[in-house]
């Protein structure tokens, strides 16, 4: 119900208006799709405000129907019904929304099942009973559990309805069992209200509808999702050079060598915090070191940070003057000459003080910048902060400064799948955690490691850096030990002598190269859909109860049900199969859906299940994303359902893609006749395709060339 305040009045009597100083409130009612009603309250022919988060779909002006807010109309708008009452809205299939302009407070039943999105961080999985501030950063409710923010005011409730609100700012409030709170930061009067309601029993079209809204997800190259090491504290150039040859020497796949800027720690690639002067300590000849570190086929990518408190404009924008880093203009001229060195990636840290615009201004920075120099090669950047549209930038975020604890391994599994469920795809956490704890074991690193081979961003960082080297726990050295703050600790020496946990990084390491055709083919997927690399059950099995409510396993792709190991000791975990018939990973048994069951663990093992149905591709194994080896595509089909898969390959590196230079194949298993037919959907079929077909659990192969644009394989 509207109440009365000093901005606002409500004249009664036939026709009444909402008038405040003079002016008048309005509702402004459009379709953005069938799927998507844009409801804007606000003081008559004040404009949309966008910071740059909103797509043009978003801001257009459709047809618009303007309405008095005092009095009473239903309309159909797309597929949708919207009634209008003097005390709120309702649009079909959503909750009625109970407005007060005067204040921005928008009240509205939670209906069914769980709320979630609202982006990274915060309390997990189901967001009923919580209470979000959105601020932005590593502040807030137990950060170094949860980890940083990425406010995104994007609330889905599993029953089948969603609602973006667009506000400067504003707060959520769960707290209450059957309603929840918008908490505007300014009332309607000062600052248009304006809310996207979508409505749809389609999971996978509400993430849609939301990409419309603020941007599909950008194509990142294919070695961003290769494995990423993180560096702190060097010793010199031998030990930036020995790392990269450790791996080439062991032969522990690896694309980007990650290195942190000194101001964090004491000797790393720059001089201080802000700087772009290489180190002469560490890097004493750069142009020579990055030469060689490409020669063996590693990415270079770089820590910078950013400590003022705006930025503004574009890296295209004139500089007046040289050295203002508030432009991004000026601020990425500091950056070009360490670019153009040969410069792969980008890990701009902190900027939790920024505002809205301003991380959208960074978020893009990043991905303009390097193409001045670069204009067919894909940018990488890791970013702690962003907002939503940052994914129309291709940027990776991770979950900040953690914990190296069980509590903090077992919240990164919600934190993931909330995060991919607002629109951010591409995101990891620091394997092994961030701050050393007592808790700092090889079976934590060991978890952690195996948990993020199943994440889009495969990265290992941590202080007390050389425990996050696949290698370093069976050494008896701890290396450059950091301990600050309260509860950080350096783990036990007895520690140092496990032998178990290298050959379980190599395991995944492999594991994830090899299913890197699955892998890359589910993000040229999430960049047409919106849909996440890490789906939340309730994408794929919104009628399953059971499913939906589940936050501590998630979908990897459409087919593949990962259920990390979050447990101290566990040798076993229990997990939920949604309905349909799972095929254990590792056993290759089948399994009945639709119930728990108990998988027995041992320390190498990660609980993974494929759907039956599913065709899943695996390369020769590689040491790095570039590599050139000889051998056919393995194509595992895993029976008991008819299934599909398109296989996504372009060259990894440019935009070619976009002028078509891209393959899509088809790949239909027929279940009853046992019959897999590939059909090139997209692109020449240029040499003929070696593969090597397998139906699981079947030791025999079959070996096909695919040499036309279609052919059918019986099995």
Known sequence: MVRRRDVLRLISGAGARMAIAGGSLEWRIAAISPLTVRCVLGARGVPIPNPGTLSAAAVAKPSEQVLDPAGAHRLPVGRLQVSIRPDGMTVSGAPRLTVDPSTGTVTFATMDGPILGLGEGGPQFDRRGSFHDMRNGQIGHDQRTFGARIPVPFVIGAAGWAIYFHHPGGKFDFTDKQSARFL??????????????????????????????????????????????????????????????????????????????????????????????????????????????????????????????????????????????????????????????????????????????????????????????????????LHRNGVPGTQRFGAFVWSGDINSTWETLQLQVPVAINTGLSGLPYWGSDTGGFIPTRELTGELYARWFAFSAFCPLFRSHGRTWKLRLPWQWNTGELGPSEISGAGSADPERSELHNAAVEPICRKYLELRYRMLPYIYSTVRESCETGLPLMRALWLHYPDDPAAVSRGDQYLWGRDILVAPVVQRGATERRLYLPRDTWHDFWSETAQTGGREITRQVDLATIPLYVRAGAVLPFAPLRQYTGERVEGPTQLAIYPGADGRLVLYEDDGVTYNFRRGHFTKIRCEWRDRSRQLTLTVEHGAPGAAREFEIRVVPDAKTQQVRLRGRHMTIEM
């Open 184 to 381: 505007a930061d300014s009332p309607a009067a000062v600052q248009p209200l304006v809310m996207f309601v979508i409505a749809s029993n389609e999971p996978a079209a509400i993430l849609r509808e939301y990409a419309t809204l603020t941007g599909l997800p950008e194509m990142p190259p294919l070695w961003s999702f290769g494995y990423h090491q993180s560096h702190r504290t060097l010793a010199g150039r031998d030990e930036v050079m020995g790392v990269a040859r450790t791996f080439r020497e062991k032969k522990l796949p690896c694309d980007s060598l990650i290195y942190l800027g000194t101001g964090f720690c004491p000797a790393g690639w720059n001089t201080g915090h802000g700087s772009f002067t290489f180190n002469p300590a560490v890097f004493p000849d750069p142009a020579e070191m990055i030469r060689q570190l490409h020669e063996e086929h590693f990415r270079v990518t770089l820590h910078v940070v950013f400590r003022n408190r705006v930025l503004r404009g574009s890296v295209h924008d004139a500089c007046a003057t040289p050295g203002n880093v508030e432009q991004a203009g000026c601020y990425w001229r500091m950056h070009r000459q360490v670019e153009q060195l040969g410069i792969d990636g980008w890990w701009p840290d902190e900027g939790d003080q920024l505002d809205v615009r301003s991380r959208l201004a960074r978020d893009r920075l990043y991905y303009d910048g390097p193409l001045m120099d670069r204009p067919n090669v894909r940018p990488f950047a």
